[in-house]
């Protein structure tokens, strides 16, 4: 069946390093949508993407789609505590949406 | 801002009990979901609606069922809750198909 993979599972970044993480899918998607879980907290929509290559920044995020619409990565720049939590990628395909397991991501002061 | 609201924030609910759970969102968003989340299976889709009255089940909808009679409303049902539907629910709406989710600050259901 379809299947949304997200890799790293988790990573621990000194403050002020730069993070990526990457979703991958077993099928095409019509878009991708990244949330951002802080901990306790409940996951809130950054971004969508939907065309082929597309790139869009949100000050130090930087998220792209893939040219063949199946991977999809978001890179933070000089990591911040306040980046601290889980990232997800929600991909949509044939009407079928999925979320991948998420990147959870630590930053040390 | 859209507000999708959840009644409980914990909730402790014994073994073969029915619970309730309950969700308003006060955008006229059209879709509405459940999902739960537990350490290491991530999100997982239990229904799902797109309408008044309309649902559909998700990944996982066994021992659950909704109710949507009003637009702003999605209820969740265990019918007869177990331990192993000890969880975090998290509600979200959506005002179409190609929006993200606004999600709702979710109940974490203890069954004993």
């Known amino acids: 069946g379809q299947q949304v993979m997200q890799i790293p599972q988790y990573q621990h970044v000194q403050e002020g390093e730069d993070f990526t993480t990457y979703c991958n899918s077993s099928?095409?998607?019509?878009?991708i949508q990244w949330y951002k879980q802080r901990p306790g907290g409940h996951p809130v929509f950054l971004i969508q993407?939907?065309?082929?290559?597309e790139v869009k920044k949100q000050k130090r995020l930087t998220f792209q789609f893939g040219e063949a619409k199946k991977n999809s990565s978001l890179h933070i720049t000089a990591t911040q505590t306040t980046d601290v939590g889980t990232y997800f990628c929600r991909g949509t395909s044939y009407d079928k949406v999925i979320f991948g397991p998420g990147t959870s991501l630590s930053v040390i002061p | 801002d859209v507000k999708v609201t959840q009644s409980s924030r914990y909730l402790v609910k014994r073994t073969g009990e029915k619970v309730f759970l309950e969700c308003v969102q006060d955008?006229?968003?059209?879709?509405m979901f459940w999902y739960r989340q537990d350490p290491g299976l991530g999100l997982r889709l239990i229904y799902f609606s797109y309408d008044v009255k309309m649902k559909e089940k998700g990944d996982i909808p066994e021992g659950y069922s909704v109710s949507r009679e009003k637009k702003e409303r999605f209820s969740l049902i265990l019918e007869s809750a177990s331990t192993n539907q000890t969880s975090m629910y998290l509600c979200a709406s959506s005002l179409n198909q190609g929006r993200g989710y606004t999600f709702g600050s979710g109940t974490r259901l203890t069954v004993v």
């Open positions: 955008m006229d968003h059209e879709n």
């Open positions: 099928t095409t998607l019509s878009n």
């Open positions: 993407l939907v065309k082929s290559g």
